[in-house]
């Protein structure tokens, strides 16, 4: 029975996507169901590559992991301090509570899950690591050209949702960071397999520079969509731009699966 | 062009070019050069190639190129080391603030893609469908002859240059030129470009064995990129020295 009624709601998804493929570009103009494209003609065409992508990739394909052999070094860009006043993203009531939650070990920190799901509530670290967690050797793809090798550990987003009881309706994810950032990622991203909140890479604790105690890794898409330093987690049933924190208002594509 | 004709064709079937290659030339024309302006800026901001699955500035580079300020910028946190040995594997926090302009560049080099990519396959269809790509830009099998590619290579050094109608026939240099050009570099360009992308190697993970591996792919699309920017600067050339006017008019009103 639920199973019918699965393959229903896919092939009626399947249905309206290609019946609106002939309006691409337009598209995304009034539906709160896709990114903006603010009438710009390159978000136009970032939001083609979305649906493209959406339409013709097949959905759950996993991306390749490697082998310890294959690590590399990894470099650590954007902010690597968010309690550092001179870092080019940083927020003074967030830089100083982060200063004083890394300075206590983390033990006061929590990861806030709100928005549209059943039970909204909040996991510390302990409680993220008792989760059954998800090790994997995967590639980190900056959209500046280069890409790192390296062994992140954590707990799948999807039982983190899943715990928090998903609502139906919910469509976006979104992620905010004691950096002042933010980034959202649709729902066939946030439940992909691969989708994890680590807390470890390279065999020991997430190091600072690259977004202790918590950050996520979305590893279909470029290295910008895995936000670092999390600080809460909004689950939204329409598509959010997230203001002036958000990729989109600062000119940059929401979705890079490329 | 100017060109020797390779004598099979009646000159009398010369119509100069179809209007449908004639409209996808341009298209394809203005994909290329917003590919390449983008693709350049893009390249700036990591002016590193590397061969294999990953690269990065704290692992060796195969060049580097100075075309930025991000060229060997060596602003790095003194760097911590996850695992000792031969060839450590280290993290290294970057304190320098680089050239990056990829918000607007990487947006235009797929918006770019995508108008080659379709016009391109609606081109490759077109000319399977029509005959084109077979009777006049594939070089027959006897034309492959160094004595024929000589003469042509000669014709070519020849000043001034004879003033070509413009469209097929062509001359040998020509066809292995522009089928070099549609049949493999754009294709190559496509595929490598693909190659780096997370969501398309997650479904199609053979891309990468293909390429051996995402930085790989990179450094084939950058050579790829430098044989096309030649083929087109050779390209202008050829079609200044043999008439520009002339050329022109057969490519876009179809005279």
Redesign the interface.
């Known amino acids: 029975m639920k199973k019918d009624k699965l393959v229903i709601v896919s092939r009626r998804k399947i249905v309206t996507g290609l019946a609106s493929t002939g309006g691409l570009l337009l598209v995304g103009c009034s539906s709160k169901e896709l990114p903006p494209t603010y009438g710009n003609v390159l978000r136009m065409g970032d939001l083609l590559t979305y649906r493209a992508f959406r339409m013709l990739l097949p959905a759950r394909s996993l991306v390749r992991e490697y082998s310890r052999s294959d690590i590399t070094s990894s470099p650590a860009t954007g902010t690597s301090n968010p309690a550092d006043p001179h870092q080019e993203l940083y927020n003074a009531e967030r830089g100083t509570l982060y200063d004083r939650l890394r300075a206590g070990a983390f033990a006061d920190w929590r990861l806030r899950i709100e928005g549209r799901v059943a039970r909204p509530r909040s996991f510390s670290l302990a409680e993220l690591q008792a989760l059954s967690s998800r090790t994997q050797i995967t590639k980190h793809t900056c959209e500046e050209g280069w890409s790192a090798i390296a062994e992140w550990t954590g707990v799948p987003l999807r039982a983190v949702l899943e715990a928090a009881g998903i609502l139906p309706s919910a469509r976006f994810v979104n992620f905010f960071a004691y950096d002042d950032t933010a980034e959202g990622i649709d729902m066939l991203d946030a439940l992909h397999p691969q989708t994890i909140l680590a807390y470890g890479m390279n065999g020991r604790d997430l190091p600072p520079a690259h977004g202790a105690p918590l950050r996520l890794r979305v590893e279909t898409q470029l290295g910008y969509k895995s936000v670092k330093f999390l600080e809460r987690i909004v689950v939204k049933d329409e598509f959010d731009d997230l203001g002036k924190i958000g990729s989109l208002q600062n000119g940059w594509a929401w979705y890079v699966g490329i | 062009m100017a060109s020797v004709t390779s004598g099979d064709e009646p000159k009398s079937s010369v119509v100069g070019h179809a209007r449908w290659v004639r409209l996808s030339h341009w298209i394809l024309a203005a994909s290329v050069l917003t590919l390449a302006f983008s693709g350049f800026e893009?390249?700036m901001?990591?002016p590193?190639l590397y061969w294999g699955?990953?690269?990065?500035?704290?692992?060796p580079a195969l060049f580097e190129l100075p075309i930025s300020r991000n060229y060997q910028h060596g602003g790095?946190?003194p760097?911590?080391t996850?695992?000792p040995g031969a060839s450590?594997?280290?993290?290294?926090?970057?304190t320098y603030?680089?050239f990056?302009h990829?918000?607007?560049g990487?947006?235009?080099h797929?918006?770019a893609a995508?108008f080659l990519l379709i016009t391109g396959l609606i081109y490759l269809v077109a000319g399977l469908a029509s005959g084109h790509l077979w009777r006049h830009l594939v070089p027959r099998l006897q034309e492959l002859a160094a004595r024929l590619l000589w003469q042509d290579i000669v014709s070519h050094l020849r000043l001034p240059m004879r003033t070509a109608r413009g469209g097929p026939p062509y001359g040998l240099l020509q066809k292995l030129t522009y089928s070099a050009v549609i049949l493999i570099a754009l294709p190559l360009m496509v595929l490598t470009g693909?190659a780096?992308?997370?969501?398309?190697?997650?479904?199609y993970?053979g891309l990468?064995d293909l390429f051996g591996g995402?930085?790989s792919a990179?450094t084939i699309h950058f050579f790829v990129f430098a044989a096309l920017v030649l083929f087109l600067i050779v390209h202008v050339v050829m079609v200044a020295l043999s008439g520009f006017a002339r050329q022109m008019r057969a490519m876009t009103i179809g005279d």
Do not use: C, E, Y
């Open positions: 893009i390249l901001v990591h590193r699955k990953a690269g990065n500035d704290l692992t790095w946190a760097p911590v996850f695992f450590p594997v280290v993290s290294a926090a970057r603030d680089i990056n990829n918000s607007w990487r947006s235009l797929f918006l995508w693909l780096m992308s997370p969501a398309v190697t997650a479904a993970p990468l995402s930085q990179r």
